[in-house]
C-alpha cells in the first residue's frame, strides 16, 4: 500500500509542479480567495488520486472521524476537505488534494480536432490574460489526459473509478483502513 501511496504521490507532484510552471509562464492564475471549483457539488474524481490522503488520515490517527463524517454527507456536499473558515478559506489539506484539484484551471484536454483547450473556470476564462493564449502556449501546458494515464498505470481499476469527490475519499479510506487492519493495527507503514 505504501509504495502505490508514494507512486501516486509523485504524479500529484509532478502535475502540481506543472501547473504552476505553467500558470507562471502563461498569466494564468485563480483570483484571490477565489474558490468557485471548490464550491462545486459535482466535482468527480478517482479514489486512486485521494490515497495519499488517506494514508495521511491513517497515519495521524483521523481516518475512522474523517470516515464517520462521510459517512452522513450526501452527493450534494461540498468537498469535505474544503473549508469556508478563516480569512482565505480554501483547502484544509492542501498538501493532499486529488489530482483534479492540481489540474483544474491550469490544464488543456485535447478537444475532436487535436487542439488543445484549457480545463478551467468561467472567472479565468473572462481574463485578458485568457484571451491571449495561443495554442503554442497551450502545447506547454499540463494535459489532464496524460496525468490520469500515469495513474492508471499504477492502479487501473482504482484510476477509473469515477466517484462524486467525497465518495472517491471515502472509497480510499476504506481501501487504507481496510488494508492495514489485516496487515496489523501496530503496523502503520
Do not use: W
Request: proline share 3%.
Amino acid at each position: 500500500m505504501y509504495r502505490k501511496v508514494q507512486r501516486v504521490q509523485k504524479v500529484l507532484k509532478n502535475a502540481a509542479l506543472h501547473s504552476e510552471k505553467f500558470g507562471k509562464k502563461s498569466g494564468i492564475t485563480c483570483a484571490s480567495k477565489c474558490h468557485h471549483c471548490c464550491l462545486k457539488k459535482d466535482i468527480s474524481a478517482s479514489p486512486l488520486e485521494f490515497l495519499p490522503l488517506a494514508y495521511h488520515l491513517y497515519k495521524s490517527g483521523r481516518a475512522d472521524e474523517v470516515y464517520d463524517r462521510l459517512d452522513i454527507l450526501s452527493a450534494n456536499d461540498l468537498c469535505i476537505i474544503f473549508t469556508a473558515l478563516g480569512n482565505a478559506g480554501g483547502c484544509s489539506q492542501y498538501a493532499y488534494r486529488g489530482l483534479i484539484c492540481r489540474l483544474f484551471g491550469y490544464a488543456t484536454n485535447h478537444d475532436k480536432q487535436g487542439y488543445n483547450r484549457m480545463v478551467t473556470c468561467k472567472p479565468i476564462k473572462e481574463t485578458p490574460v485568457f484571451a491571449m493564449l495561443t495554442q503554442k502556449t497551450l502545447e506547454k501546458a499540463p494535459v489532464m489526459a496524460e496525468y490520469y494515464m500515469q495513474l492508471a498505470a499504477i492502479d487501473f481499476r482504482l484510476a477509473n473509478e469515477e466517484l462524486q469527490i467525497n465518495q472517491a475519499i471515502k472509497r480510499a479510506l476504506e481501501l487504507v483502513m481496510t488494508y492495514y487492519m489485516y496487515r496489523g493495527r501496530g503496523k502503520r507503514a
